[in-house]
């Protein structure tokens, strides 16, 4: 439940803050006519997005057992890179993405009103349909774990619901919120669940038997982490961690893992310090 709550909350926080700052920046322009299109665009995303999560959910019905785990891993392998573009794209994009969404109001604008509704469609379906992939992926390990499908959901209903209250006080101005930080602590968090889905995705795909290995055990913890103890069902809800793990599981799992956190990390590293140099010469400047 932690992690999808932290899904929900990142990805809607995401979504809250493209729509606050869409509708911000047209209130401030006093361009208020428009604000029904940027509801419309919003609206048509969140349509999409439940349309994609009920097909993702009623399509694979009806296969055979091969099949739907070669589609379960399919998607948790594509759920990941969708999650770690957005993790980077983030970290990068978290201090411009106000001045790039009001560069595209005013060529939306000036183009044709009715863009607006696309502007908005784009910049939070994205959100949507990664959050409904991911909350597909983690609904599939709960069902194959013989938990209810409704702890997940719950979480992510949850952190989307936070998620919008903290956008509307951001709009509002009554918080602020460090984005750079938010984001750097919960990438970090959402990398080590995506590695757990990609290791849970590759083990879809060994019984699909589309990988080999799905009997070669690199560790069998299952005496001492019993996957139906509340421990192991924590583990396996937050982490996807699996017991009995395979060899190319957990190849897989620190082949995603240490690479990206590192990357990341340095990403974030060198951004701190230029931020640093950059105000540093800023007041260097002002006092002389």
Known sequence: MVANFLIGLREGLEAALVVSILVAYLVKSD????????????GLAIVVSLLFGA??????????????????GSLSI??????????????????????????KIDSA?????????VVALLAVGREG???ALFLWAATQTALRAGSSTVVPLTGALLGILVAVLLGYLFYRGAIKINLTRFFTWTGAFLIIVAAGVLSYGVHDLQEAR???????????????????????TLLKGVFNFSPATTWLELVAWLGYAVPTLIIFLT??????????????????EGTS
């Open 55 to 72: 097909l993702l959910t009623f399509g694979p019905k009806g296969l055979t057992f091969e099949a739907q785990e070669l589609i379960g």
């Open 31 to 42: 361009r208020r006519q428009l604000l029904p299109r940027i509801r419309l665009g919003v």
């Open 78 to 103: 594509i759920a990941v890179g969708f999650v770690t573009w957005m993790i980077f794209w983030m970290a990068r994009a978290a201090k411009g993405l106000s001045g790039q969404l009001r560069t």
């Open 129 to 131: 349909l990664e959050t």
């Open 109 to 117: 604008v000036e183009a044709r009103p009715w863009s607006l509704v």
């Open 210 to 232: 589309f990988l080999p290995g799905l009997n070669d055990l690199a560790f069998d913890v299952s005496a001492a982490i019993p996957p139906t103890s509340w421990y192991g």
């Open 267 to 284: 990403l974030i590293q060198r951004r701190s310090r230029q931020r640093t140099i950059v105000g540093v010469a800023a007041r260097t």
